[in-house]
């Protein structure tokens, strides 16, 4: 007697011809959480191990000199007065990071990729505002269209 597939089974079996298939459609057609639908989908992605060239061509090095290193300076400067201390940036960021994963992993949530990396730009832009100036426009509208492009894709209109 043939065993009964598993209702995760049956969405593994239907990821595999569909990858790109809707998650709240799935979660709907299948009556499970779409986290459920994100697990199952991850854990079917393969990873590709990435091919590093033996050698770098002699266009792609470089070596900083001293003028370099003075528009490197005078760029870092430039930076630390729009986006505050960068040591301090970065322990609110990695924080409130860490805070997110906890609590995630905690309440047993699973996001996509593009959610998860939204999720971790946005929690950039926002320590952005609070460390260094929060009058600079582009961190408000790098917000909104991060927000955006987890929302179009949800919708169907992937960018």
Excluded: C
């Excluded at 609590?103 to 260094?132: C, P, Y």
Aim: hydrophobic share 40%; no cysteine.
């Amino acid at each position: 007697m043939r065993a009964k597939k598993t209702k995760a089974d049956r969405i593994r079996e239907y990821l595999i011809k569909n990858p790109n298939a809707d998650v709240a459609k799935l979660a709907e057609r299948f009556q499970t959480a779409k986290p459920v639908i994100y697990k199952l989908r991850k854990d079917l992605q393969v990873k590709l191990p990435v091919e590093l060239p033996q050698e770098v061509p002699a266009e792609m090095t470089w070596t900083a000199t001293a003028n370099d290193q003075g528009e490197i300076v005078a760029l870092l400067t430039e930076r630390g007065h729009e986006y505050g201390p960068f040591r301090d940036g970065a322990a609110l960021m990695q924080g409130m990071k860490r805070l997110m994963a906890d609590h995630a992993r905690a309440h047993d949530k699973t996001f996509s990729d593009d959610q998860w990396e939204a999720l971790e730009m946005i929690v950039h832009k926002i320590g952005r505002i609070v460390n260094g100036n929060p009058d600079k426009v582009d961190h408000w509208k790098d917000i909104a269209g991060y927000a955006m492009l987890v929302a179009d894709r949800l919708e169907g209109t992937a960018r």
